[in-house]
């Protein structure tokens, strides 16, 4: 294991610390905790968000914090869900008195863990409100199993509903635009290699030196095929064959797309797999409103990408397009 | 049954968890993400040394101080489920001094209930459930005496059955058909957890 | 090699089209170069800013290329100076009648490169000015050699000069303020782990499991020392150690800092890294105006990082602070 | 002498380059990047063609069409270096149909300058000019006829002297005292460049 650490088990909060020395304009860490919030925390009159989940996907979800995007994100142990009593520390620092959303990655953990926070705060008459993102399409969807994964589509709901709440939307107004995202965001992802928790200090799978996992999740969790490696082409060929039926777009439709990096893949690769995702939409007259590339929801340093497709109307738009502060949005 | 008859009991739990550690990791790193050992020890290690420190009053007490300890400390998806197991059972002790068996079966058919609802799932989808409900149904079955060891072998073959399922909730279940054929490894820390407590109640008239 | 591409020869150009296709509304290319231009290039009445160099190093320096940063920058092939001729054609594309700067890291190759070029464009009649960028403090420093490298610091002087240009100033401001950046940037890095060129399809040099290389340069150039894996306590020590000498600061002085992700290193290691470097410069009371924390200026997708230190005055805190569209600043 | 002896040159130099790239580039990856051989073989290939396609109407044209195509196509250090060498000798020629094998030297002397001013190197610096240099002076040292088999000789022993440098100048300067004992890519280049022209003057009378 090569890495730029200290003690492989306060990579955590050494992280936190960086992160608040490197914004100390903008952020604050709620003290004893690992929970990052806005620096004016709690703005009253205004809908707060908290979003979280374990560490090891930065910027996600610490970078996301700031006026516009979210109020709080929570840290876990690296690919841990941060327990509730964090969370509900997140809640009571964020609450302006117009309630709280939380945005919850669709993993049993991170479901449950979040939802006893809500027990916790609504027990002190705080109102809270939950939205659940599951865009991986490479998991199959059925109300009777866990579901699909939330990864990196997540940061499209953040973004949206923190618009929303900065322009002075209520709970429901807040939640269902988030909820309004999570329908029309569908997202799958290929990995070319493991990545190491540090406190593990091992690979977290294996896999072969001319091999690729196709669907695999932002925690090393398998996915639907492991094949020889592909080209570029054939990667975005084949993720937008899996996630393009799920939004039936039609001509003239408008999305926002993404392609995120999972860490070791450099900007370079995501660009080339964007050439062939931005010619498949153009070939279906489909018109990407905003393309962002680069480093948004990651796993460590895997070698990997995900290709996210937002289908957007004008409402989701104009918040997709409005002003943040927030450290990592670009 | 008086405190001490749990407070020994978890205290055998904590100590059969951290000899298992490794292999309930190793269980979760054949369908899941390999850190059941690490998540339990970390949170019964914790558990133990709090009521040593501070011993609660009663029994409704351990079990609080074990439900704040599991969910502020294990996280994942075992955190929250044990944790509210034992606070749904601290619930329904609360302010009994005295603990007859049955009152304790009745306890932990509230922490099944909890598991069940906190994690929506029911039996037969590969996760603690498989054990929890045949175990703690059978053990309110009973009209007159429990047969504990009757009970321990249910836990034990309870926990066997999960190797032939498919998960369905949890994180093996993105497995799908390729989690047929391990042990589900929250389905094994609960059988350690009424393995040592039939073992324990074994020695208690009811 | 596992990599995200389709040809190892032609990941230039397919790099440049996802570039194109993900910012059309910002970037053109100029058909037949690889070069990437403002898309309402040439500015007219405006000091026009032109950097670039071998690939590889992405977001730089195409990401840059923004309203109140580059006006053009020139790719090369992966770690190979762009030709002279490719630069002629972006000098000739953004001269907007004030003058054009040349931002050149100081490699011999680009050097020369970027000279042949300002020849070609002079006789054309355009006025071409250069500062040649050289903030790497591993390699000694001395006149008679090739001198120091340019690395991550070449971003700050992008940024610095590109507002002053966009403020109005003339060719001979905008060149007396990037020569006072370089002057006043001194950085270095070190390497966990080599990457590999995609047409040579092998790593560029060996390292051990438990070493590292101290003050590599952003192509593998061989740095001071290669020693056993360090905390990412020491890593900053060691570097600090280098820079903060050759800055002379005294307390109360205000400085920007960067910590540069070489490709293959997490953001989490990164922030870890700023958290001791924060805390050095706390404890020289030195004030940190802004931090950078991500990937400026890569290797592909080595592991590794690098810290920059900008030491600022008033001028270049406002300059630095001021406004850009450049798709990669933030 | 007429173009054909510089065009018969200029295909043999190639033919010797991409004989030898594999190696000029393994001598780069010892002290600089690696890739001296492939940027001299793109370079020296597409020159060739140029020449072949559209064949320049006197010496002076064919150092431009090369000059122009090295330029263009070689970027790295090399590149402007053999570019503005073939650049200066095709402007100290220009205009003469004939050329005599004085006249040539001088050229070349054009070009040693040239890669000086371009390179800021002297002697010394373990170069490409450690070759130029003591090869092109020994040449315009001769009152009479040229010994070519002796530049042949000084050319190979130059380049040898490169071996025991400490290079200050280009990518291997970064290495320092790493650098002495292996010959500089650059120099060997320009050994092959000189070994082939006087192989092939020796043919010709001045
Ligand atoms: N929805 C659920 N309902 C009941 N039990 C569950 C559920 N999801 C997971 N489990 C149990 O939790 C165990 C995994 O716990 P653990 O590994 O500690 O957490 P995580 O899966 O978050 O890493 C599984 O083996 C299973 O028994
Ligand atoms: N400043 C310089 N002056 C003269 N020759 C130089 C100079 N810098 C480098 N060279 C020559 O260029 C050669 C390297 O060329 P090449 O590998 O093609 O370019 P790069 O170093 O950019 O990869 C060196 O071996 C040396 O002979
Ligand atoms: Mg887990
Ligand atoms: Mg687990
Ligand atoms: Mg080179
Ligand atoms: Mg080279």
Redesign the interface.
Known sequence: M?????DPNR?VQ??????I???PDKLKNIEGTTVIVRKDAPVQGKVALISGGG??H??AHG?YVGKGMLDAAVA??V???????QVYEGIKAIDGGKGVLMIIKN???DV??F??AADMAEAEGIKVAKVIVNDDVA??NST???GR?GIAGTVFVHKIAGAMADKGGTLEDVEAVARKVIENVKSMGIA??PCTIPA?GKP?FEIG?DE?EIGM?I????GIERTK?K???E?AQLLMDKILPELGLAAGDKVAVM?NGL?????????????KV??ILAGQNVH?HK?F?G?YM?S??M???SVSVLKLDDQLAELLDAETDA???? | MQKDVIKNWLFTVNERIQEKKDFLSELDRAIGDGDHGVNMSRGFAEAVQKIRDNEPADIAGLMQTVAMTLIAKVGGASGPLYGTAFLKAAAYLKGKADVTVRELGEAFKESLIGIKQRGKAELGQKTMVDVWEPVVEKWLSYDGAVDFDELRALAEASLEKTKDLEATKGRAAYLGKRSIGHLDPGAYSSYLLFDTLFNELKGVKA
């Not at chain 1, 690919?79 to 009593?85: A, N």
């Open positions: 090569k890495k730029v650490i200290n990579v050494e992280m936190i610390e960086g992160v020395a490197a914004h560490s090891g930065e910027p970078g876990g142990e690919f841990t869900s941060p327990t509730p009593d993993y049993t953990g449950m863990n939802e006893m998991v199959e009777y199993t866990t994964r070319l290699t593990a977290g030196d690729m999740g925690h090393g969790e398998p490696i080209t570029a082409d990667i392609i860490g070791g893949t450099p900007l370079m690769e995501l660009y080339i797999l964007n050439r931005a010619e990407v393309t590339v480093e990651t460590l340093e070698a990997g990408c450290p990592a949005w670009k």
